[in-house]
């Protein structure tokens, strides 16, 4: 019974905020323990369980009895089922010692675990469709997947078809200048359009005088012309 007396004091010391006593005969006391809250995720879901144990007459000699009275957020199916089997673990283990500590510890360090397994699976789940969804822009955007070899004969051929539109582009040019009056004649084999002519040759100035000096002059006096002929 001092064993018993001694592990309760030390209980109520360690867990102040949730240690309750259920009954003294026999002696049956409840505990709550928890995952611990995080500063940087305040949201994030507390996983807890409340256990009570009570006393055999002949505790720690004989193994105490244990019931699961709640728990919370429990993130797996098995949860509660992996924890019983924990606490049995740890009476079979501790018997002949003081055990409730020892239990209650193992059960937390549990729980915190369930609870990284939990947060673990999570984030992978995340990762997994963030991947899916990646790869799924990847193949509605990317198309064939770009590589040193495809660039390169992408290139080549772009280089090509520049080159040929250049080509077409000055013969296009050369085609359409103004074409030079000889290059008119010779199109249209005649120069009946003058106008044309003029168009594509400077004009020649012609002096008029000239022709009206060829009026006066008598070409009968300066050349022998036969009225025969």
């Known amino acids: 019974e001092e064993e018993q007396r001694d592990e309760l004091e030390a209980l109520e010391s360690i867990y102040p905020d949730s ?15 928890s ?11 507390i996983i807890s369980v409340t256990l009570k144990f009570t ?23 098995n949860t509660g089922e992996k924890l ?9 283990e501790n018997l002949g010692c003081v055990m409730v500590f020892t239990i209650m ?12 397994r939990f947060k673990q ?4 789940e995340e990762e ?13 955007c990317a198309g064939t997947k770009v590589t040193v070899a495809s660039f390169l004969a992408w290139k080549a051929d772009f280089d090509l078809k520049m080159q040929e539109i250049e080509s077409q582009k000055k013969k296009q040019e050369k085609q359409t200048k103004k074409l030079s009056g000889k290059e008119i004649f010779l199109q249209s084999g005649d120069i009946e359009d003058e106008s044309a002519l003029l ?13 009206e000096e060829l009026d006066d002059i008598d070409l009968d006096d300066e050349f022998d012309i036969d009225s025969d002929s």
Do not use: H
């Open 35 to 45: 995952t611990e809250e995080s500063i940087l995720d305040a949201d994030k879901a």
């Open 105 to 116: 510890s193992a059960v937390q360090e549990f729980l915190n675990q369930e609870d990284d």
């Open 84 to 92: 019983e089997v924990l606490i049995e673990e740890q009476i079979e």
């Open 128 to 140: 997994r469709k963030e991947r899916e969804m990646i790869e799924e822009q990847e193949r509605k």
């Open 199 to 211: 168009a594509g040759e400077e004009a020649v100035e012609v002096d008029e005088s000239l022709f």
């Open 19 to 33: 240690f309750t006593i259920v009954s003294t005969d026999p002696t049956a006391f409840s505990l709550k323990i």
């Open 121 to 124: 699976e999570i984030q992978e």
């Open 55 to 77: 006393y055999a007459k002949k505790y720690p000699d004989e193994a105490p009895l244990f019931e699961v009275l709640e728990e919370e957020n429990f993130p797996f199916e």
